[in-house]
T-cell receptor, first 115, second 111 residues
Framework: NAGVTQTPKFRILKIGQSMTLQCTQDMNHNYMYWYRQDPGMGLKLIYY???????DKGEVPNGYNVSRSTTEDFPLRLELAAPSQTSVYFC??????????????FGDGTRLSIL | GEDVEQSLFLSVREGDSSVINCTYT??????LYWYKQEPGAGLQLLTYIFSNMDMKQDQRLTVLLNKKDKHLSLRIADTQTGDSAIYFC???????????FGTGTQLKVEL
């Protein structure tokens, strides 16, 4: 099993450009999450999904959009890239919700710079 | 909302014990977790503790939970250079769909 796969690993964008960060998992997990990680700030939840067709906002959703048309895929879209969105983005998935001893499985991250 | 706090840095010598501390505010937390992040990688679950437990031991790792003070700690015995990483504590509450992560503690192990 590949687990959680994120693409691309690195990307540099110009201000105002758009892009989609891809995330796919092959574990048939219902729950999927997008986080951003900034130095000294830990992980902040952007959006999450509890199943195909259902998405919810996290702590920092502004400037991002998501969709969940299949169980496997949970893409994150930046429509108008801004320097404040320079960060490392992690996708994660889990079989059950947070109230469980099932861990979240993380991808290796996408390092995004907006110049 | 929920808040989880950690100190940012810890430096220890190889062979010593490391203790990483975490405080949280959500009194309804059910599971508390420790994740490890190595450079350039995602987070991996190290261990977890259910809120009705005080202690959990797993080889070199000991987790202590003081629910009254909302304080969680991770002790790593005989710390090795391979333990150098960022350690995150995280918590979730009953019925919750998501985790709240701490800011992470960078552990540096010196020879």
């Amino acid at each position: 099993n590949a687990g959680v796969t994120q693409t691309p690993k690195f990307r540099i964008l110009k201000i105002g450009q758009s892009m989609t960060l891809q995330c796919t998992q092959d574990m048939n997990h219902n729950y999927m999450y997008w986080y951003r990680q900034d130095p000294g700030m830990g992980l902040k939840l952007i959006y999450y999904s509890v199943g195909a067709g259902i998405t919810d906002k996290g702590e920092v959703p502004n400037g991002y959009n998501v969709s969940r048309s299949t169980t496997e895929d949970f893409p994150l879209r930046l429509e108008l890239a801004a320097p404040s969105q320079t960060s490392v983005y992690f996708c994660a998935s889990t079989a059950n919700g947070g109230d469980s001893n099932q861990p979240q499985h993380f991808g290796d991250g996408t390092r995004l710079s907006i110049l | 909302g929920e808040d989880v706090e950690q100190s940012l840095f810890l430096s220890v010598r190889e062979g010593d014990s490391s203790v990483i501390n975490c405080t949280y505010t959500d009194s309804s937390s059910t599971y508390l977790y420790w994740y490890k992040q190595e450079p350039g990688a995602g987070l991996q679950l190290l261990t977890y503790i259910f809120s009705n437990m005080d202690m959990k031991q797993d080889q070199r790792l000991t987790v202590l939970l003081n629910k009254k003070d909302k304080h969680l700690s991770l002790r790593i015995a005989d710390t090795q250079t391979g333990d150098s990483a960022i350690y995150f504590c995280a918590e979730t509450s009953r019925g919750g769909n998501k985790l709240t992560f701490g800011t992470g503690t960078q552990l540096k192990v010196e020879l």
